[in-house]
């Protein structure tokens, strides 16, 4: 090559040149290469093109085509035989490795979309729906499927699919992303509680604007932002942020200072449940609890999904649908005495 033709030329003028490595492999047809791999394993072009599924002339144009794009002979065809030459065998026995892992990797790929449930499970979930919900049922779910590792990360902050590598989500509330799959798993229900002894002290608010003569207890999302209460007044909703001397970023320590009648607060359902079936809380203005909200099990495609996606979001759904997190239900805006649910 003289000093104009630099490798740019080289390129564009069809030439071979060791600098531009990256262009000279895009020029060799892959269906070229592949029609000759399928030759020479055959020792026949019949062969091959039942093997790939395609007409003989297209496998013997391919593979011409690649000759060309070569300027080398690779086989030695005769009426009775197709043999390779010796740089065709040099070039099938440098290709053979690279088209096995493609194969491979192929073959890895349907697995993991068609065969046993296998690999590393990523999951994002709220703190205290991960805490109190997801974690305990892990357990069961890596005994029923021990080839899939899982890495679960708990945390309030909206999920960030593809920056975090996220492959399943629990999320609580709305979810107004349409690129999110979401699912329902139980109705979001929030309530408004506190612990026997809190109530012995200080009663229960009666209607919203007693709220502000209580010791109440508030909840800081991870954003810094404070979260409202919502109740629902006259069909409307109504949402609240009250004055607190407690605040935590942490749904559980939120509970923990309930049961321990230092305040009142408006928690989910699945964190109270228990408690309220042990008689250590109650609630009160039930006739303004706020709609049913949503937790929801999350993931970007319906399509394609691996099976170890596919096997976790089915088994999560029956799990906690069985779970009796729905304690709120009895709520009924025209029964005011159900406001005050469970005190003695």
């Known amino acids: 090559m003289n000093q104009a033709e630099t490798p740019e030329r080289a390129f564009r003028l069809g030439l071979?040149?060791?600098?531009?490595?990256?262009?000279?492999?895009?020029?060799?047809?892959?269906?070229?290469?592949?029609?000759?791999?399928?030759?020479?394993?055959?020792?026949?072009?019949?062969?091959?093109?039942?093997?790939?599924?395609?007409?003989?002339?297209?496998?013997?144009?391919?593979v011409q085509k690649l000759e060309a794009q070569l300027s080398t002979r690779l086989f030695l065809r005769t009426t009775r035989t197709t043999q390779l030459t010796r740089e065709g065998q040099r070039f099938f026995e440098n290709c053979h490795q690279g088209v096995t892992h493609i194969v491979d990797a192929m073959n890895d790929m349907l697995e993991l979309r068609q065969g046993?449930?296998?690999?590393?499970?990523?999951?994002?979930?709220?703190?205290?729906?991960?805490?109190?919900?997801?974690?305990?049922?892990?357990?069961?779910?890596?005994?029923?499927?021990?080839?899939?590792?899982?890495?679960?990360?708990?945390?309030?902050?909206?999920?960030?699919?593809?920056?975090?590598?996220?492959?399943?989500?629990?999320?609580?509330?709305?979810?107004?992303?349409?690129?999110?799959?979401?699912?329902?798993?139980?109705?979001?229900?929030?309530?408004?509680?506190?612990?026997?002894?809190?109530?012995?002290r200080?009663?229960?608010?009666?209607?919203?604007?007693?709220?502000?003569?209580?010791k109440c207890i508030n909840f800081r999302f991870s954003s810094?932002?404070?979260?409202?209460?919502?109740?629902?007044?006259?069909?409307?909703?109504?949402?609240?942020?009250?004055?607190?001397r407690l605040t935590f970023n942490d749904a559980d320590l939120v509970l923990h200072a309930v049961l321990s009648g230092r305040g009142i607060a408006q928690m989910a359902g699945y964190q109270i449940c228990d408690h309220l079936a042990a008689n250590e809380l109650v609630t009160a203005l039930g006739r303004h609890a706020p709609d049913d909200r949503g937790?929801?099990?999350?993931?970007l495609n319906r399509q394609h999904l691996p099976t170890r996606i596919r096997v976790f979001v089915d088994f999560m759904t029956e799990k906690i649908r069985a779970l009796n997190l729905n304690c709120l239900t009895g709520f009924n805006a025209e029964s005011p005495d159900l406001s005050i649910h469970g005190a003695a």
Request: charged content about 20%; overall charge neutral; glycine content about 8%.
């Open 16 to 62: 071979p040149n060791r600098a531009d490595a990256l262009s000279t492999s895009f020029a060799a047809s892959y269906a070229g290469i592949m029609a000759f791999m399928a030759v020479a394993s055959e020792g026949s072009f019949t062969k091959a093109a039942e093997r790939l599924g395609i007409g003989r002339p297209a496998v013997s144009r391919n």
């Open 116 to 200: 046993p449930p296998r690999g590393l499970l990523r999951i994002s979930a709220t703190v205290g729906f991960g805490r109190k919900v997801v974690a305990p049922l892990l357990e069961a779910f890596v005994k029923a499927y021990p080839d899939i590792a899982i890495d679960l990360l708990l945390d309030d902050r909206p999920t960030d699919f593809a920056s975090e590598q996220i492959d399943v989500a629990f999320r609580n509330g709305r979810i107004e992303d349409s690129s999110i799959i979401a699912k329902q798993l139980i109705p979001m229900q929030m309530a408004l509680c506190a612990a026997q002894s809190y109530v012995a």
């Open 202 to 214: 200080h009663g229960l608010p009666q209607s919203l604007d007693e709220l502000g003569q209580h």
């Open 224 to 244: 810094g932002r404070i979260f409202e209460w919502e109740f629902r007044v006259d069909g409307q909703e109504r949402k609240y942020r009250p004055t607190a």
């Open 295 to 299: 937790h929801y099990i999350c993931y």
